[in-house]
């Protein structure tokens, strides 16, 4: 990949990060802080209106002007809740573990691109809209949202219940799997745009087509080990409220557990923010609108920003509206059977593809035909039923006891009910059972007779 | 002198229960590979109180990691001692005690109990109020059926059709209510008939009501039958062989998913259905895979025949003359002396009263078999073996109400 | 002493006394979470010597996946509450194991890279007209540096890896069938 030889005026390069002043920086990183804060609750009350529509339900619509202020509402309600600390929780653990979900979740916003070079209002500051960049900028946000694990991890272990380390160990596997199939879908992102920091993608992105195009399967991928990175439906195996009632955070309350409530959307908007810029241009306007000159410049791009994370953030509330939970195991089988094998494949193929293309080689049409039959094949391999498990052993009929688990059961196949055991005395074998029989029976019959 | 002990033992208690130690401390079970990479078993307790559960079933599960090594299903925190109860009631109360213990087929149950009665008094009840109770029968077992359908999704992480089923429901229902009064517990039958005629027009609210749902449903059978991981989740899970369901007695659309074929509105006629049955309105549903699966989709063809034999029974209400719905009764009724055993098909299975009776007032003995408690018993031998979110599908597939488990 | 240097002596402080908690706690999750401590302080230190990428990589994987792992593990096996499992009559001899590979890494690593230092300041060759400054640390020097001058330790590290991949997948299916026939001799007897 060549670099561009000349910059647009108003493209931030990373030679536009690390010369703010000291109150700029401050400035940003409160906006961004507020942004997410504001942009959480707008989020929880957007779930709840659009699952609510497709549920022919209304949703919230009682507190400010659609319903807008709920949230709000519900979050100052849940901050005065009673704080309870499990008697037999790790307290100092028990205390981190909320604030190690929610800090990471914020700090990875400080390479997120929310538009160009812009000046502040009433100053002649010019300054990127992003609060810094690093050259290994998308690896900075897997780094910062692996940390983000911690706090569901140690918030699962630390407060001493079963269902919670249930919910931890799962969302622990799950985290580290679908992280490894996340970061495969940036290498070919990495190849096209030939960096890793995040507002460099964007330029590259000015310069060519939006990645989504040429890089469709490294979105797809993205796309569904997103979802499982944030623990959302059908993914929310850690929190599956039908078994493991709330999975990690079963036994949080107030504050605390508000905090993982705010980490879990920020993860939402965090992973729907890096879609948008590692795929679909990130700041920039989409067509029609980037006919308009303007369109790029100034404050506008904020706007195109956050419209394409609210269509991502549609696109989990549609999914956690529509499908049903995997199951933990097909779920990993599906992150290292499908996902990651089919990432490594089109890496290859991407990358022979960028070979060639850099030596001059063959046209890039052929190219792209040969990779989109591999492609499919391996596809199409996925999704071949595979070899099911031999049979276990049928368990051999042993001496059935009918009260072996504390209360009776009925023999099962294959077994046979004992021979009953006479416990009365052998002289009186012959009589005894009979005559106690009709002694139980006397006083119906009789009564019977009568009537 | 007496607070140390305390919290010395506080502390020890603290170091065994934190974590996976949690229930599992002095169990003593290790499995995996040998002393240094051994494993311990934990309990888990499903219940009482869990979102699964449906109220106050209690599974105390052994888990190996995620698989159950064995499940034992503790029942009984709904006790509410309903046999008993019967026997001190008139044979007017027993109705509204009976209808109770499953609160989805509230009709189901006085069913049972008035046919019971009437059998032994040797009572014949007007045609008219046959084909009432026919007709309001199968509209319970939608009702029953659509909260099975609707709660199972929301079992496996689906929260959307649940709102599908109760809008179903509620169209239902609002016939239901304004025939009886009430939603949930019609107490609509009396010994000999029931308990007043149907209001003026209802016949044709009622049709346009079974229309309503029976066009609205493919929505539901969209929304979760074509789902990819809803099949993923169900299919050739928790596979019930007809074996077992002799061995523990499971009846009603559970039996049938597994292709045992009993259903007593055809093998021990009740009502009107062996009319219906030779009009060839009434279809026993059965399938043979005998997963869950199959199991929610017999639920979902009997919610079809239901609604088919539904218009069938107003289609005959229209043409039957104006008659009694019910037999005067005398001021004291009693049964006379003697036994008998009625059994009907209730939405879940199959639903039995033994009563026996020494002439009073009172029944001397009023024996409740539930569908629900023996449904449940095969839990165990379903679950073992399975991952934690299997308990959960299999669990929902066995559609139990627990106060027809805990009587 | 400028500020970098502060920081760097501040973090080396806290990763070897969260080192020394690692190995002196006698509860086997909160050793987990000091060594997290540790590895973090490790990556702090590459950032303040300008190695970005390796930092950020320590965080992902080592932070991200292996204490993570590590944690998994000890919440699958035994109690994690339980003090005793840590313990170890064997303290002596690690301890002498622990400072004699100290030892020998100060030793290598001393005499390997004594004297040589890197100019952040000067910015070496540009790659065409307008490629950007080549950064020491970034991801094209680390590349560059791994697949041409360490191409070899590389090759053996991969290998390495790959060993270890293929025994864990030989030692799980042994315990399998191990498992697996001891089920079938209990059920027979």
Redesign the interface.
């Known amino acids: 990949m060549n670099y561009p030889s000349v910059h647009l005026a108003a493209e931030p390069s990373l030679d536009a990060f690390g010369t703010d002043n000291g109150w700029v920086i401050a400035l940003k990183a409160l906006l961004v802080f507020v942004f997410l804060v504001v942009f959480t609750l707008f989020n929880i009350w957007f779930e709840r209106r659009v699952v609510a529509r497709m549920q022919h339900r209304i949703g919230p619509n009682v507190n400010g002007p659609f319903g807008l202020l709920q949230s709000l509402a519900d979050g100052v309600k849940l901050a005065l809740k009673e704080d309870i600390i499990p008697k037999s929780a790790d307290k100092v653990v028990y205390v981190v573990a909320p604030a190690l979900s929610v800090i990471p979740a914020f700090i990875a916003w400080a390479v997120i691109p929310l538009g160009p070079v812009v000046t502040i209002p009433f100053t002649d500051i010019r300054t990127p809209l992003q609060l810094t960049d690093l050259p290994v900028g998308v690896l900075y946000i897997l780094a910062v949202t692996s940390i983000g694990v911690y706090g569901i991890v140690l918030a699962g272990w630390s407060s001493g219940s079963t269902y919670a380390l249930l919910g931890s160990l799962r969302s622990s596997a799950q985290v580290i799997s679908y992280e490894v199939a996340m970061g495969l879908s940036f290498v070919t992102v990495f190849m096209y745009a030939g960096t890793m920091s995040m507002s460099g993608i964007v330029e590259a992105q000015a310069q060519n087509v939006w990645f989504i195009l040429p890089l469709l399967p490294s979105f797809v991928i993205y796309a569904i080990s997103m979802v499982g990175e944030t623990n959302r439906a059908p993914f929310d195996l850690a929190e599956a409220e039908g078994e493991l009632v709330g999975g990690f955070h079963t036994e949080y309350s107030s504050l605390k557990f508000a905090l993982f409530f705010l980490a879990e959307y920020i993860n939402l908007v965090t992973v729907s923010a890096l879609a948008a810029t590692l795929f679909l241009g990130g700041w920039r306007a989409p067509y029609p609108l980037s006919l308009w000159d303007g369109a790029n410049e100034g404050y506008w791009p904020v706007l195109w920003f956050v419209g394409k994370c609210l269509a991502f953030i549609f696109f989990f509330i549609w999914l956690r509206g529509t499908l049903p939970r995997m199951r933990y195991d097909q779920f990993m089988k599906l992150g290292w059977k499908v996902l990651i094998p089919v990432s490594l494949v089109w890496i290859f193929g991407v990358s022979i593809v960028r070979v060639i293309q850099n030596e001059g080689g063959v046209d890039q049409q052929t190219l792209l035909i040969i990779a989109g039959v591999i492609v499919a094949l391996l596809l199409a391999s996925a999704f071949i039923p595979e070899k099911k498990p031999a049979d276990e052993p049928a368990e051999p009929a042993g001496d059935f006891d009918a009260f072996a688990g504390g209360y009776p059961v009925p023999p099962m196949p294959g077994q046979r009910l004992p021979d009953p055991v006479v416990t009365v005395p052998a002289d009186a074998s012959q009589d005894q059972p009979r005559s106690d029989a009709r002694d139980l029976d006397a006083p119906t019959n009789e009564e019977q007779s009568r009537g | 002198m007496s607070e140390t002990p305390a919290t010395e033992r506080a502390a020890d208690l603290?170091?065994?229960?934190?974590?996976?130690?949690?229930?599992?401390?002095g169990f003593g079970h290790e499995?995996?590979?040998g002393v240094d990479?051994?494993?311990?078993d934990?309990?888990?307790?499903i219940g009482p109180q869990?979102?699964?559960t449906h109220g106050v079933l209690r599974l105390r599960l052994t888990?190996d990691?995620?698989r159950i090594v064995t499940c034992?299903p503790i029942v009984g925190y709904m006790h509410r001692g309903v046999e008993k109860l019967f026997e001190v009631r008139d044979y007017r109360q027993i109705i509204v005690l009976a209808n109770r213990h499953d609160w989805l087929s509230a009709f189901g149950n006085e069913l049972g109990v008035v046919m019971a009665v009437e059998r032994m008094l040797g009572m014949e009840v007007p045609v008219r109020a046959i084909w009432i109770r026919t007709l309001l029968a199968e509209l319970n077992r939608v009702l029953n059926h659509l909260m099975f359908m609707g709660s199972y999704?929301?079992?496996?992480?689906?929260?959307?059709p649940i709102?599908?089923a109760f809008?179903e429901r509620e169209t239902i229902q609002q016939v239901m209510e304004e025939v009886s009064g009430g939603r949930m517990h019609y107490m609509f039958n009396r010994v000999g008939g029931l308990k007043e005629d149907l209001p003026a027009g209802w016949l044709g609210r009622t049709s346009a009501a079974v229309a309503a749902v029976r066009s609205r449903l493919p929505q539901i059978e969209d929304?979760v039958f074509g789902?990819e991981?809803?099949r993923?989740?169900t299919v050739g899970v928790g596979v019930l062989?007809p074996?077992?369901i002799h061995?523990?007695?499971v009846s009603g659309p559970i039996a049938r998913a597994s292709g045992v074929d009993l259903d007593l509105r055809r093998d021990d006629p009740y009502l009107a259905y062996q009319e219906l049955l030779d009009d060839g309105v009434l279809r026993i549903v059965t399938r043979s895979a005998g997963d869950c699966f199959a199991r929610f989709d017999v639920l979902l063809e009997q919610v079809k025949v239901s609604l088919d034999v539904a218009d069938a029974c107003l289609t005959r209400l229209h043409e039957l003359p104006q008659g009694p719905v019910n037999v005067r009764l005398p001021k004291i009724l009693k049964a006379?002396?003697?036994?008998t055993y009625a059994w009907t098909e209730n939405p879940l299975g199959i639903n039995g009263y033994y009563l026996?009776s020494?002439?009073e007032k009172t029944p001397w003995r009023l024996k409740l078999r539930t569908a629900s408690f023996n449904n449940i018993?095969v839990l165990?031998?379903l679950l073992e073996g399975r991952?934690?979110?299997?308990?959960?599908?299999i669990l929902?597939s066995m559609f139990f109400v627990v106060g027809d488990v805990d009587k | 002493m400028t500020p970098e240097l502060v920081v760097f002596w501040l973090l080396s402080v806290l990763t070897v006394a969260s080192a020394v908690m690692v190995v002196s706690t006698p509860h086997v999750v909160h050793a987990a979470l000091w060594l997290v401590v540790t590895l973090g302080a490790v990556a702090g230190c590459f950032l303040v010597l300008t190695a970005e990428f390796v930092a950020w990589v320590q965080v992902l994987i080592y932070v991200g996946a292996v204490v993570v792992l590590l944690l998994f593990a000890l919440m699958l096996t035994r109690s994690p509450a339980s003090t005793t499992g840590a313990t170890s009559r064997n303290r002596p001899v690690a301890a002498f194991a622990g400072f004699s590979t100290f030892g020998v890494l100060a030793v290598v690593l001393t005499s390997g890279f004594r004297g040589i230092v890197l100019d952040l300041d000067s910015q070496p060759d540009q790659l065409g007209g307008a490629a950007p400054p080549e950064r020491i640390g970034d991801t094209r020097s680390v590349g560059e540096a791994i697949f041409t001058h360490w191409v070899l330790a590389f090759e053996v590290l991969s290998v390495i890896l790959l060993a270890a991949l293929i025994g864990a997948i030989v030692v799980s299916g042994r315990v399998r069938d191990r498992d697996r026939q001891e089920a079938a001799a209990g059920g027979g007897s």
Not at chain 2, 153 to 160: D, Q, R, S, V, W
């Open positions: 603290r170091a065994v229960t934190v974590g996976i130690g949690d229930g599992a401390a499995r995996g590979g990479l051994a494993t311990q934990m309990v888990l307790n869990h979102p699964a888990l990691g995620e034992e999704p929301i079992e496996l992480g689906a929260i959307t709102f599908y809008r929304l789902n991981i809803f993923a989740r062989s074996e077992l061995a523990y007695g006379p002396e003697g036994s026996v020494r002439g018993s165990p031998q991952v934690v979110a299997d308990m959960v599908a929902g």
